[in-house]
């Protein structure tokens, strides 16, 4: 697939204008369709890396955040898909990358803006290791139908036989998960791969083609953040309830073993709580200009401090004006935040239920606070 071959009726991003689709004529009915019959979204904002080599998957999983040297090898073109991030030695967020795992090695897809200091870190921890890794030319597309599901009451597979057959014919590696709910199969398809013949196909299966736009609305949906636009960096797994097991679409965790910044991950997990937490907000709908990710968010109407910022932000063919935010933890869900830029002013109200809410129960603080308790009773 070529970076320059737009989806029929495409709208180019305004980021990656010669690279990826915005949306295809009609976005609120492609969100739609990625709740009912399934879309096919253009994620070439995304590059591929290539990880090979005999010690690739032990080598690669001491560097990750998340498990990955336990994924299935399950075919050439056939893989679990899972969410990664590298951390800092203080436990932020570095890099991150959707990871799928074939016969041939590890393919991680990254933002462009990121490929090559991801690429720079990876080649720099090789050492002796027997690992190559490069860059390839490979497109990042997904397909996406919240509509489907294990389960076999419904059982509504998220690829058709016919689809998973095409696939195979065309060596595109699929690779399938679940993150934050979104049941996707992102899609590595090779520069071989003839792009227009690919997606006419993929259409003719009942697939409706959209972009990023409806992506986005998918991610502020389920509050699934984007390094490039919803993260600064000093952000922390916890922050974005990004801390678990891989098949919750988790960038780190903490049963894996020993990675850089997870004595800080694991200390948050058992006894602290992390600085912010992120929050999905409903805009106020009265104008039609948005605020742009960075913009700061405010407490009160005067903008006297700001107690956070905004993120990624888009327009959902249910909700309305949608982005996420990243706040101070003591920011209160009716707490109503204020935003402002140099174009205009707005209000906006967080939506709880979406919005990630710190635990504060950790069993290793409450024996903690309970040792602190027992020895001021005998005055220790």
């Given at each position: 697939?070529?970076?320059?071959?737009?989806?029929?009726?495409?709208?180019?991003?305004?980021?990656?204008?010669?690279?990826?689709?915005?949306?295809?004529?009609?976005?609120?009915?492609?969100?739609?369709?990625?709740?009912?019959?399934?879309?096919?979204?253009?994620?070439?904002?995304?590059?591929?890396?290539?990880?090979?080599?005999?010690?690739?998957?032990?080598?690669?999983?001491?560097?990750?955040?998340?498990?990955?040297?336990?994924?299935?090898?399950?075919?050439?073109?056939?893989?679990?898909?899972?969410?990664?991030?590298?951390?800092?030695?203080?436990?932020?967020?570095?890099?991150?990358?959707?990871?799928?795992?074939?016969?041939?090695?590890?393919?991680?897809?990254?933002?462009?803006?990121?490929?090559?200091?991801?690429?720079?870190?990876?080649?720099?921890?090789?050492?002796?290791?027997?690992?190559?890794?490069?860059?390839?030319?490979?497109?990042?597309?997904?397909?996406?139908?919240?509509?489907?599901?294990?389960?076999?009451?419904?059982?509504?597979?998220?690829?058709?036989?016919?689809?998973?057959?095409?696939?195979?014919?065309?060596?595109?590696?699929?690779?399938?998960?679940?993150?934050?709910?979104?049941?996707?199969?992102?899609?590595?398809?090779?520069?071989?791969?003839?792009?227009?013949?690919?997606?006419?196909?993929?259409?003719?299966?009942?697939?409706?083609?959209?972009?990023?736009?409806?992506?986005?609305?998918?991610?502020?949906?389920?509050?699934?953040?984007?390094?490039?636009?919803?993260?600064?960096?000093?952000?922390?797994?916890?922050?974005?309830?990004?801390?678990?097991?891989?098949?919750?679409?988790?960038?780190?965790?903490?049963?894996?073993?020993?990675?850089?910044?997870?004595?800080?991950?694991?200390?948050?997990?058992?006894?602290?709580?992390?600085?912010?937490?992120?929050?999905?907000?409903?805009?106020?709908?009265?104008?039609?200009?948005?605020?742009?990710?960075?913009?700061?968010?405010?407490?009160?109407?005067?903008?006297?401090?700001?107690?956070?910022?905004?993120?990624?932000?888009?327009?959902?063919?249910?909700?309305?004006?949608?982005?996420?935010?990243?706040?101070?933890?003591?920011?209160?869900?009716?707490?109503?935040?204020?935003?402002?830029?140099?174009?205009?002013?707005?209000?906006?109200?967080?939506?709880?239920?979406?919005?990630v809410h710190p635990d504060g129960h950790r069993a290793g603080r409450e024996a903690v606070q309970s040792f602190r308790s027992s020895a001021r009773h005998r005055n220790l």
């Amino acid at each position: 697939m070529t970076t320059s071959y737009q989806f029929p009726q495409g709208v180019p991003t305004s980021t990656h204008p010669t690279a990826s689709t915005w949306h295809c004529g009609d976005p609120f009915a492609e969100q739609r369709a990625a709740h009912d019959t399934g879309v096919l979204i253009d994620l070439r904002h995304l590059s591929v890396l290539h990880v090979a080599g005999e010690d690739a998957p032990s080598w690669l999983h001491s560097l990750l955040a998340q498990k990955v040297v336990d994924m299935p090898v399950l075919s050439p073109t056939h893989s679990e898909l899972r969410h990664a991030y590298i951390l800092d030695a203080h436990g932020h967020i570095c890099e991150e990358c959707w990871v799928a795992r074939t016969p041939d090695g590890y393919f991680l897809a990254t933002p462009r803006e990121h490929r090559d200091s991801l690429q720079e870190y990876l080649t720099s921890m090789v050492f002796w290791s027997n690992v190559t890794v490069t860059t390839t030319d490979d497109s990042v597309c997904a397909i996406v139908n919240t509509a489907a599901t294990d389960t076999a009451a419904t059982s509504q597979p998220l690829l058709s036989p016919a689809v998973s057959a095409l696939l195979d014919s065309k060596h595109v590696i699929t690779a399938q998960g679940c993150p934050r709910g979104i049941p996707t199969a992102l899609l590595y398809i090779p520069p071989t791969t003839d792009c227009a013949s690919l997606v006419n196909e993929l259409c003719a299966t009942g697939l409706t083609t959209t972009g990023k736009w409806t992506w986005d609305a998918l991610r502020c949906a389920a509050g699934l953040p984007e390094i490039t636009t919803d993260m600064d960096d000093k952000s922390l797994p916890h922050e974005y309830n990004s801390v678990g097991e891989p098949d919750t679409g988790a960038g780190a965790s903490v049963t894996k073993g020993c990675y850089r910044g997870q004595e800080t991950v694991a200390k948050i997990h058992n006894v602290g709580l992390p600085p912010r937490r992120q929050i999905v907000l409903l805009l106020d709908g009265s104008s039609e200009v948005r605020p742009v990710p960075g913009t700061d968010l405010y407490a009160d109407a005067d903008y006297r401090k700001s107690v956070g910022r905004i993120g990624t932000v888009v327009d959902h063919w249910e909700y309305g004006p949608l982005a996420l935010g990243l706040v101070r933890r003591t920011i209160e869900d009716s707490q109503e935040l204020f935003w402002k830029t140099d174009e205009d002013a707005g209000k906006a109200s967080i939506m709880g239920e979406l919005s990630v809410h710190p635990d504060g129960h950790r069993a290793g603080r409450e024996a903690v606070q309970s040792f602190r308790s027992s020895a001021r009773h005998r005055n220790l």
